[in-house]
T-cell receptor, first 110, second 113 residues
């Protein structure tokens, strides 16, 4: 079965720095991969989608890369703010369902 | 607010009881998903509907779990003979046609005593 790993359970960074989160998958390469943000007690919220033929995708302060050779996606938040503190989930797509990673809890310290 | 809604938001039940959760997706979203999430983990896929047809079901889903979407609109998830291990957040998500983004509801938190 597909296994998704995210770099660490928790990541603490200083406000203004760039946060980099890692998502690694095993076995099959997904057709595309999504990143979601989840706040405590709430459902995930979609952030970005990147397809297997795309190297990079940007949206405001967010950037996602996708390396099918390394079987890895990186998620960057530049100029991080305390409001960015949340859990970030990667979700590679396999058919009609998604396999979510365990998430990385990001804390941006003022 | 026209987002995905779930009812109830919280449910406490005793072991062995049956529970039913409801999900109302965003209007005109033809795809509907159920997930289960425990603390510190990502959402775990349970089942998927396209309109009223249940097209996929996780092999991890025991026969105590059943889901329906009778008219292709709202969906229900029933758990029979609940066990303490069923305690989790149950999330519903929907997607419109030809869009891969999933819109999640707030979830139903189930506690089995």
């Amino acid at each position: 079965s597909q296994k998704i790993e995210q770099n660490s359970e928790a990541l603490n960074i200083q406000e203004g720095k760039t946060a980099t989160l890692t998502c690694n998958y095993t076995n099959y390469s997904p057709a595309y991969l999504q990143w979601y943000r989840q706040d405590p007690g709430r459902g995930p919220v979609f952030l970005l989608l990147i397809r297997e033929n795309e190297k990079e995708k940007r949206k405001e302060r967010l950037k996602v890369t996708f390396d099918t050779t390394l079987k890895q996606s990186l998620f960057h938040i530049t100029a991080s703010q305390p409001a960015d503190s949340a859990t970030y989930l990667c979700a590679p797509n396999y058919g009609q369902n998604f396999v979510f990673g365990p998430g990385t809890r990001l804390s941006v310290l003022p | 607010d026209t987002g995905v809604s779930q009812d109830p938001r919280h449910k406490i039940t005793k072991r062995g009881q049956n529970v039913t959760f409801r999900c109302d997706p965003i209007s005109e979203h033809n795809r509907l998903y159920w997930y289960r999430q425990t603390l510190g983990q990502g959402p775990e896929f349970l089942t998927y509907f396209q309109n009223e047809a249940q097209l996929e079901k996780s092999r991890l889903l025991s026969d105590r779990f059943s889901a329906e979407r009778p008219k292709g609109s709202f969906s229900t998830l029933e758990i029979q003979r609940t066990e303490q291990g069923d305690s989790a957040m149950y999330l519903c998500a929907s997607s419109p046609p030809r869009v891969n983004e999933q819109f999640f509801g707030p979830g139903t938190r189930l506690t089995v005593l």
